[in-house]
């Protein structure tokens, strides 16, 4: 065999943009397949909407609209009354990939990589051909813009087609519209649900939907003012790494490791700096930039061991347990609801926190299948596939259902029962199995978090399982009383002699008010 | 809420390097956790390595050596007998992510992404603070070169701190050698495992690999010459889609559209462009820059209609049947060894192979656990992780094995028994389900040819229990006659009164030699 030599193969070594990367592997971003497709375009268009709504502010109103443009072929429109976007910057936001403003940022938001809505536009343009329709207006003072692009793939740049202005008569906001091989399907996997649950998740959202059978939804808002905005957080010192570090220390405006330290960590003051110098045996005058890397390790190492305060949680946007639970009677007619928003938490200097909310019995009781729904989510949106290798399933797994009333096939599986299980974590940094975002990493912290809430909620609805079986259980017995208690009396009349001309309804409605049969089988149930 | 406009978001956007993006979703590439990341480091680098020799036409010769440098930390050190890299590519093809000679080809190679061996790089830098250093040496000629570099990872470039030319004593080749936090394991999931998997899919490499217990292994050759090289393909006109083609019609030396689809695609003839032509309504001389977006929905269209020829198969690199069986024979002392390699198929256009062996009983009846083994491997690399999402479980989950031989809990389960299950899938382009390369996406095509794979060669198992079993049998029966012959023949002679002086031995060693026995059992067996 010949073979290559190392110059023969020096020649075939180049460079590959991120962008013929994602769309040789367009699976990692959840365009499987068609009907993932379809989802996954109008999923990352609802997200940037709502976080774009929330930054400026405004409560948020979408428009989504689905159409059949052939055989497969789909157009996706979606309108937002967001802040819109400065002329400059459309192309990149659109027509790059790895461009955007949440990456580097330690708040919670619903995009973080700068990669989603770009890679619907790759993904439309690879599957039927066509360019993205980019409309977006910042005020009424200013004209609409419109932008036609692709994405150049090689370069990973915007390749823009058409530019305009156009008339008024375009509400200030942000349209895009895309056109993409996908499916439409109306199963549990689908848009109409995937809205669905994003209503119940947000419901300061008003979203309008036009399915592609002409159907409308009209998800109506259930609270009528924004949570409070999400505060922006410096890194805390127990999720740091060397490498990372070893940059910061490299890149400060600080003059003293002392300062540094202050001044680029959340929850560091004086004392824990004086602390952690003392602690890796450094001085705490000497100059970040000229730290040995020993003693970067020894920093790191001191970093650690100190006692640090947790990081704040304003950078956090929870729900908030009374939210879910008017979402959840919102769209659920159920019999009873309960829910909880428990204490943030920290994994790897990363704060998070878990939301649970359980809706149980009523219209649930007529599904067709016997496992319990379980809705997922992270940062406010809905997680659709890949339920196997979540965190939320395996904690879920992992809870005693038996103990609180619902079925549980072998001792870890999901539960069964006419219940719909709600899951929600907020967190400045999801981890996510994959870019996709359909996963979140079964970190054991999170884990067990996630059990902690689902056990609360639990409790309730072990309550309400109880009252409603005790409830059962009386009026059966209420009957039986009644049934044989004119006899008794009767009886009792005619044996005495007394008062024949008593009448018996008073005497049952003193029974029955009184409670005097649930006193009476109290009584027993003590002994 | 005061909220931003949009020329305060226009701010905050910018572009995210590729390199910045794996460094925060490091667990996409393989380093979720310590344990974890010492495979993947060993793992990309054999990678490498492997591919590297075949290429150059040399019997791969690698030497792993890890050893602990204080608590949690490792270096890892590899060096191969590869033909080197030439200086000006040493910094890029280890300091930068996506970089690489294998993305754009459509040939069988372990590497595919122009990752791997830089995210080594970068989980090292981050996670010790310590700088790659790499040394390759292309020829006796010339000295060995060594660079030791960091990646910047704001910009994705390679930081070329320290370069030097060494003095001779540098066999050529080239060694990377990284230091990163880790966790070394001697579990299923360990480097030792991985490697000793390696040996067994790649029996024509020898690897020589110490671990941090200071134990040397030597996996020697079980083949002495290399595979045929794998041939490189053009696209197939099944597996393209309409960005693609539109993007190969404007790149294309053809001046006409004929000879477009002759010279871009493989099995395109003269007979299938016209027929391609005439059904898409094209004209065959027109400019394939002219075409209109209809016209190349035209000719996508008509590609998949016109029946053409499968890709060739020279662009895979099978293990074949005959050195999966010397593998598993080498390595693992089993009671019986079957192996069977597939005819290739097509996934989506692109040509892969299945090839699956089974090694039974012997020292694996000494295993402290009930289920099968399963070694699960893409283009020669074994996969250690995500066998849950794995197309090679889905199909083994799918096989009735009880009709083989083996238990199976449930309908659907991993077979119990004292078993190991090799599956070697191989293609142009390997369908992961994450960068990180541990598990193959489910396309039924492929599940069905792994399920037809692993029936053959549970057919031949099937046959050899049998075999086995009616061995048992006979023995058990040979033994009942061998216990009674005597009497019987000792009460025959007394009852006929002849031949006192007989011996019994001759008689029995007839009735044994002549298996007799059998044979009466045979003709009852018949009625």
Redesign the interface.
Known sequence: ???????E??L???????A??F???R??LGF?NPAKALITVVKEGVDNALD?CE????LPHLKVDIEEEGKNKYSISLKDNG????K??MP??FG?L????K???RKQSRGQ??IGISASVLYG??????PAIITSR?DKNSPPKRFKLKID?VQNEPEILEEEELEDGFEPGTEIKVFVEGKYLQRYHSVDEYLKQTAIANPYAHIEYSNPEGEDFDFKRAAHE?P??PKEIKPHPYGV???????MLKNTDSNKILSFLQNEFTRVGRTSAEEICRLAEVDPDKKPGKLK?SE??GILDAMQKVKIQRPPTDCLSPIGAELIKNGLEKEIDAEFVTSSSRDPEVYRGNPFQVEVGIAYGGELEERDTEKVKVMRYANKVPLLYQA??CAITKALEKTDWKRYGLEQPGSNGTPKGPATIFVHLCST?V?F???SKESI?RYPKIVKEIKLGLQECARDLKRHLSKKQKGKKEKRRKKIFSNYMPLVLENAVELTGEGEDLSIDPIMQRVIDEELVEKVEEGEEDE
């Not at 930054?55 to 405004?58: I, R």
């Not at 802040?83 to 400065?86: K, T």
């Not at 790895?98 to 403003?101: R, T, W």
Request: no cysteine.
């Open positions: 065999m010949p073979g290559k030599t190392a110059e193969m020096a075939d070594q180049k460079e590959i943009s991120v013929e990367f769309e040789k592997n699976h990692l499987d774009a930054e400026a502010g405004k802040p819109g976007i400065v400059e910057q990149s936001i790059k790895l461009y955007g403003s990456f580097h940022s990589q700068g343009q690879l599957t039927t051909g066509k910042t793939t924004l409070p905005e790494e060397l490498g990372v570090l070893g940059r890397h970067q390790e196997s290798s940094w981890p199995t994959s870019e990493a």
